[in-house]
Structures are given as C-alpha cells and as structure tokens.
C-alpha cells in the first residue's frame, strides 16, 4: 500500500557517492537508502582498474593535478581539481581504516600506473575494486541503527513547488526539493518520501548507448530527474568511450566486459587485424595516451578496414603475472573461450562515464535548495572536457564528505513539507503494449551509437535529435495513460538524457577532449561550460 515515509536525509543510490554520504550522516539522523535493483548492482561494483591517490613519496600532488587538468583539455575548474586531489589520500585512508582490502607487494600497497597518469598511483584491489568498495559499505550500513536501505525501490520524480501547483522555471531561484516520488517494484505502489535534505547519487547514463560497459542501471535517472525539476545540468556533450571493452560479437546484448585500463598499464598492446601495433601512429604515448584518443584511434582503424574489432595484446607477459594481477579479467575471458595469456583479446570503445550532470558548486549543493548531488550523477567540474582514468571513485568520495560536512545545517533549517500531495495516477491504466518499450529503447541506443558516438557532425546530431523527438512524442503519450513502472521511467529518462546529450554536442562548436565533430575539428580560445537553460 502506498504511504508516507518521513527522512532527515533521502539518499537516491547505492553505489560509493550514496553509500559513503549515508554513512557520514547517519549518526546526525535518520537515513533512507532507495536503491532500484539489489544494494550491490552500481557502476562502483564493477570498477575494475581502482582509485587514484598520490601515495608514493616520488609522486606529488602537483603532478596528479597536471595530469587532471591535461586530461580535462582546458575545461577543469583548477580549484576544484587541487581540492580533490588534495583531499583524495584522506578519503581513502578512511576506507582502508574501515576494512577495505587493496592489494599489496611486499607490505606496502600495490600502485599501478594507467593511462594519462604520469605515475603510478591506482590503490586497486585485484581487478575488482569496485566490489570490495561495495562489501565493506554495504557491510557498514546494515549495521547502523539509523540507516534503512530500501531495495528494488524506484525514485520517480523529485518533489518541488511545481507538486504544489506552482510555476517552477530554470531560471527561478526559489526551487525547494522536498523530497521524492518512490515506486515499490514489489508491489507496484508509489510511495511519497519527504525529506529535509535530498542527495541524488543516482550515478550515470551510458546505458543511453548501445555499447556500454556500465550495466543496465545506468539510465541517467538523476540527470533527468533533476532536469524536469528544473536543475542547472551542464556539459552532458562529454561521454567518454572506454577503448578497451570485450568484442563479443556483432549480436551480443547487454553491457559489455571491461578489460581493464590497468591492462595497457600493465605492458598490453594494440593491434588491428593484420598485427599492427597501431597506436605509435596516433600518440608518441602509444598505449598509455589519454582514453579519449586511444578510443578515437580505434575508432579510426575499424572504419579504415571495415572491421568490427581491434585486439589487446598480453600474450607477450609472462603468464602468471597476467593471472595474478586479472584474475577476474583472465578468468571472465576464458569462461567465454579467449584464453589471454596465448591468444590477443578482441576489444571495441564502449560508452563508459557520463563527464557532466547536475551542477554543483563545489560543496555537492545543485541550484535547487534542499537537493545535493554527487557522484557520477554530478558535474563538480573536476573532469572537465574528459575524465583521467580512476578519479571518479575519488571524486565521490571527496564530495560525499563536503555533503556530509554541510548537510546537518541544511537540514536543520528545513522542515517536512506536510502539504505534499500523494501521487496522482488518475486516469491511467494498463495497456500492455510493453514490447513498445523495448523497441523504443533499443531504437534510441541505436540512434546514440551510430550518431552520437566518438566522432560526430551537424548532421548526424540533426539526425538523432530528429529520431529522438519522434520518441519523446511517442514515450510521453504512452506515458501519460499508463500506470506507472520502472521500465517505462527508465525509457522516458534514457530519453531526455540523449536529448540533453544531443543538444549539448550541437552548442559546441568545436572540437575538444572527448567531443570530436568532423565539422569543427579545431579547439576554440575560449573555455566555456555547456548549460542547458
Ligand atoms: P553508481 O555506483 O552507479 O550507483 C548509482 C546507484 O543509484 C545504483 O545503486 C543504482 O541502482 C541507483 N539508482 C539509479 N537510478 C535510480 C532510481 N531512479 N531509483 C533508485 N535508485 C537508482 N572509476 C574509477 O574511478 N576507477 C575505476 O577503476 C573504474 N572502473 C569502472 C569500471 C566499469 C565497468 C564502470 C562501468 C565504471 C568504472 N568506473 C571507475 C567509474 C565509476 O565506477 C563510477 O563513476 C562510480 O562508481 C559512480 O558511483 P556513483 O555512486 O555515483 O554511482
Ligand atoms: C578501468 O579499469 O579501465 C576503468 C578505470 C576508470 O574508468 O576510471
């Protein structure tokens, strides 16, 4: 049955930004966690690489932030960036003291070097980081009194004025959040949860794409949530392509297998089909430039030969290092018939992180009052034009503990807005037409990939932003005399997320970090965010 639920705090996600967050705050109040599928299925539970952090006496925190700021092409807000990496090593000497396992050499902890990082310096736990990330939270939450997790619970819509019959505009400073419209998968009721601080840790959206490497919770719930609800959202243009994701063939669904960055790190070389170690041509850093041209490159070879894969290369190391550093990677390849110590690895880019989202303002606070974000789900400014691989565990971390630092007085300046509605479902009804859903997701994934994706143009955005209004129309029709579920949701919000994508990539005109046009292939002078009004 429907009900009412009142929080202090209202976290939406369970990945590292909602876990790390709830378990700073729980003692100041009373937490829900509402978390769509099982506690654990996160982008954070597949990270594989690791966390950076400068560890090493012959690394510096200046070289960390050099590296961060040529990744992010120009594009970084630089405070924010020496914030983080400053702050960084604490966060994660937090969680070390909190149990968390990274593998170690000879007693001290193992640092491994990836791509655009001048040294080595990813703390990692094997090739599974993210799930010993998810173990020792999840193990913490459950054992605080104040906190209760809600699984296979869907956060629908955000409560603000426009709830309360009022006119709610982007330009409007006076936006409250009051909390969120939640659907029980369960029982299929919506519940309303009113809070006085709400954190979106909703992660990101690259299941908008037909090739991802995030599993299919990533559907950018937050980013649309927060868009109806009239949030600044910024520099959604910049989608970074991960180089390296397991080919698996031309019909394979469902998200793509990471392998690794680590592994490039680790001696792995590409090679397009006739055996050409290719990047040499593309970077003088070969294997261990920046992802965004690793992937362009590979990019670039599959349409020059007309092949639907390149390989990885780790046939030439020696066999027991490979299994002792992937053996979550060697293990998966094998289950699937590559064996990678004998034999290169066929890879393709698949979409990977979403670089902007909600806005922040460097303490996790969005232009709506009452409403935090942090997380994927977050633009904090930290990444710029394109992410350096392994900062954004980092980056959760570091502004899930400004948010906890601020929350208590946010909250306690805000009371539960009583005059909240319940959910209106009048007028909706079953219709079983959910084959549509599929279809049009399948169709916008499609759209994205072949329009969208690392190189793009004029016309190629026109094209998708076409396509994607006719299924806009088509969703929200549909939408509005239907009963709610989580499907359909994630269908409209996968919807408004490619249009932000779209429209984004057509305000930039230029060339720069992970937003390639092959009609303005040069940088511009002039640095500047994108900003949807
Ligand atoms: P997530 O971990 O994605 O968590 C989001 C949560 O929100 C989930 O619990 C989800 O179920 C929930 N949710 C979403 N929408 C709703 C809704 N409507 N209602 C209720 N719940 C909802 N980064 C690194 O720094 N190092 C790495 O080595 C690394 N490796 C990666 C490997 C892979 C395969 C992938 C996909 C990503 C990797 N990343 C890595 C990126 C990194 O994992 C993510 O950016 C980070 O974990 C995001 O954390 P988050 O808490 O913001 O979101
Ligand atoms: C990887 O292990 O290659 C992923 C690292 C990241 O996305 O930061």
């Excluded at 949530?225 to 698996?248: C, D, G, I, W």
């Excluded at 070389?269 to 055996?275: H, M």
């Excluded at 143009?457 to 299924?471: F, K, P, Y």
Aim: hydrophobic share 40%; glycine share 8%.
């Amino acid at each position: 049955m429907a009900g009412r639920h009142q929080y202090d705090y209202l976290v939406l996600g369970s990945g590292i930004a909602g876990l790390w967050f709830s378990l700073g705050v729980a003692d100041q109040g009373k937490v829900a966690i509402i978390t769509k599928k099982e506690t654990a299925e996160s982008n954070t539970n597949y990270a594989q690489g690791g966390i950076a952090g400068v560890w090493d006496r012959n690394d510096s925190i200046e070289s960390h932030i050099q590296d961060t700021l040529v990744a992010g092409a120009g594009l970084c807000d630089e405070k924010i960036v020496r914030d983080v990496i400053t702050e960084g090593p604490r966060e994660i000497q937090a969680l070390i003291d909190m149990g968390a396992s990274f593998t170690k050499a000879e007693g001290q902890l193992h640092l491994v070097r990836e791509a655009g990082h001048a040294h080595p310096r990813i703390l990692h736990a094997r090739d599974r980081t993210g799930r010993e990330i998810e173990r020792v939270l999840l193990e913490k939450i459950q054992a605080h009194p104040n906190i209760t997790i809600f699984d296979y619970h869907y956060a629908v819509d955000l409560i603000t004025e426009h709830h309360l019959g009022q006119h709610v505009t982007r330009l409007r400073p006076d936006v409250n959040c009051y909390g969120a419209y939640v659907l029980d998968e369960r029982d299929e009721t919506v519940h309303t949860f009113l809070a006085r601080v709400t954190l979106l840790a909703t992660g990101g959206s690259c299941a908008v794409y037909q090739h991802t490497t995030n599993p299919s919770i990533a559907t950018g719930d937050g980013v649309a949530m927060a868009y109806r609800a009239k949030a600044r959202v910024a520099n959604m243009e910049f989608v970074q392509f991960h180089p390296t994701s397991l080919y698996q063939g031309k019909f394979h669904k469902g998200h793509a297998f990471l392998i690794s960055e680590a592994v490039r790190g680790h001696g792995g070389i590409l090679l397009n089909q006739s055996g050409e170690a290719f990047m040499k041509r593309y970077d003088s850093r070969a294997e261990l430039a920046p992802r965004d041209i690793v992937a362009r490159a590979i990019d670039n070879q599959l349409k020059h030969h007309g092949e639907d894969h390149v390989y990885l290369d780790v046939s030439h190391l020696e066999k027991s290092r490979t299994e002792e550093a992937f053996p979550h990677i060697v293990e998966t390849c094998r289950r699937l018939g590559i064996n990678p110590t004998s034999e290169p690895i066929p890879v393709v880019p698949a979409a990977h992180y979403q670089c902007g989202g909600v806005q922040t303002d460097g303490m996790a606070r969005t232009s709506i009052t009452g409403l935090l974000a942090i997380g994927e789900v977050a633009y904090t400014g930290l990444h710029g034009a394109n992410r350096l691989a392994s900062n954004s565990l980092l980056e959760a971390m570091v502004f899930s503990r400004r948010a906890v630092n601020i929350a208590p007085q946010v909250a306690a300046v805000r009371d539960f807005n009583e005059l909240v509605p319940d959910w209106n479902d009048s007028g909706t009804g079953q219709q079983g037409e959910w084959v549509l859903i599929s279809h049009n997701r399948e169709e916008l994934q499609r759209t994205m990939w072949n329009y969208v994706g690392i190189v793009r143009s004029d016309l190629r955005l026109a094209r998708a932003l076409r396509r994607t209004r006719l299924l806009y129309e088509e969703v929200e029709e549909f939408y509005h005399r239907t009963r709610i579920s989580s499907r359909l949701c994630e269908l409209r919000n996968l919807i408004a997320v490619a249009y932000l994508i779209i429209r984004s990539a057509q305000m930039r005109r230029e060339s720069r970090g992970l937003h390639y046009t092959l009609d303005y292939p040069e940088q511009v002078t002039a640095e500047r965010r994108t900003s949807l009004v």
